[in-house]
């Protein structure tokens, strides 16, 4: 994707496998890496009894849906010591990579239900085996990459329906220069300023 000219992402949304954390953290060090809340909760809900699940798991949620980063980490915060001598497996769970976990609060409020999972690209992925189920084989790998592409494009396309308000657009230009993955405004004008210079 890098050598077909993928600028780099503002976030990239990923589950706790090594090799795929190591990618990224190679091929986009600039760009937030989030970690997919979905996974997260499975696996701390797996280490909860059934009868104390929903009390700690609203306290995740809590972290989960805080309105700032500040407020998701004191929340954080709560929960662990509130937590970690009663439950302490699901809380060393909870606390494995938690920047990752928390950095969906250095995105746009909207943006962050879209951002906070893998399920996009996930659900892209049953899809295309229901479709390869009911299909005999394929005449060559041209014909299985087009049902592939089908697939990423429909899945491009929900993401573009996403609406983006003018603060939001903002807040995202100055979170790219943040990450030093855009250049700062006044450095783009300058830029520009130059080229029409040069061109005249």
């Known amino acids: 994707m890098l050598g077909r000219g993928l600028r780099?992402?503002?976030?990239?949304?990923?589950?706790?496998?090594?090799?795929?954390?190591?990618?990224?953290?190679?091929?986009?060090?600039?760009?937030?890496?989030?970690?997919?809340?979905?996974?997260?909760?499975?696996?701390?809900?797996?280490?909860?009894?059934?009868?104390?699940?929903?009390?700690?798991?609203?306290?995740?949620?809590?972290?989960?849906?805080?309105?700032?980063?500040?407020?998701?980490r004191a929340a954080a915060d709560r929960l662990i010591n509130t937590y970690r001598r009663e439950y302490p497996a699901a809380v060393a769970c909870f606390e494995d990579d938690i920047d990752a976990l928390l950095a969906i609060h250095r995105v746009p409020v909207r943006h962050r239900i879209r951002v906070r999972t893998t399920n996009l690209a996930e659900r892209s992925f049953v899809e295309e085996r229901r479709r390869t189920k009911v299909i005999g084989r394929f005449t060559d790998e041209r014909s299985a990459m087009k049902l592939v592409f089908a697939t990423m494009i429909r899945a491009a396309d929900r993401w573009c329906r996403v609406s983006i308000s003018d603060p939001e657009r903002h807040q995202l230009k100055l979170l790219r220069v943040e990450l030093g993955l855009d250049p700062p405004p006044a450095t783009a004008d300058r830029k520009n300023h130059r080229r029409k210079n040069v061109a005249a």
């Not at 954390?21 to 696996?43: E, G, K, T, Y």
């Open 8 to 72: 780099g992402p503002t976030t990239v949304t990923s589950d706790g496998a090594p090799g795929l954390i190591n990618a990224i953290n190679v091929c986009f060090p600039a760009s937030i890496r989030i970690r997919c809340w979905f996974h997260r909760l499975a696996n701390i809900r797996a280490k909860l009894p059934e009868e104390s699940a929903s009390q700690v798991l609203a306290h995740v949620y809590t972290v989960r849906d805080a309105p700032t980063l500040d407020a998701a």
